[in-house]
């Protein structure tokens, strides 16, 4: 039988384009519903998150909006993983971006290859503690210029629907 939330995840869905008040928007890349659940209750009050289970899902997703943060498993297969870091590599609207590596507590992010490093702004671990991630989030975020939350925004407006 199927895990119920599951279903959910499986459909495609198009990117969102902004949140209530001014909220950050994420986009949160693991295979694992329970993972993407978790971030989604970590922020449930603080901002919205798109979910996508594979690199090509959140390539996609990433293409029709620029995002507030992206937090990457490494559990992702590393050809896919390195994909999605170079698409967001490339795009100009996600250079100021925070980008999260997920892993193992076991691991600490040492699974991220040296010349990886660099596509991370940091490495949270599985897991996920909903408050430790939230203010984690809440600091990388506060960092980031009103200026660019609002340029993104425009951008998010700009997209077709």
């Not at 909220?23 to 659940?37: E, H, N, S, T």
């Not at 449930?44 to 998150?49: L, N, P, Q, S, T």
């Not at 870091?85 to 991220?112: E, F, I, Q």
Request: hydrophobic content about 40%; proline content about 7%.
């Amino acid at each position: 039988m199927t895990d119920s939330p599951d279903i959910l995840w499986r459909r495609v869905r198009r990117a969102r384009r902004s949140a209530p008040d001014g909220q950050p928007v994420l986009l949160v890349v693991d295979a694992d519903p329970k993972v993407r659940l978790q971030v989604q209750y970590a922020l449930r009050h603080d901002g919205e998150v798109d979910v996508a289970t594979a690199a090509a899902d959140a390539i996609r997703l990433a293409s029709d909006a620029v995002y507030d943060a992206v937090l990457v498993s490494l559990d992702l297969p590393n050809a896919d993983r390195d994909a999605l870091l170079d698409h967001l590599g490339a795009d100009d609207g996600y250079r100021d971006v925070p980008v999260l590596a997920m892993s193992d507590d076991t691991d600490d992010g040492r699974r991220v290859p040296d010349d990886r490093r660099a596509a991370f702004d940091g490495c949270v671990a599985k897991p996920l503690d909903p408050n430790s991630l939230q203010a984690r989030l809440t600091r990388m975020l506060a960092c980031k210029p009103a200026a660019r939350r609002r340029s993104n925004a425009a951008v998010r407006a700009r997209q077709p629907s």
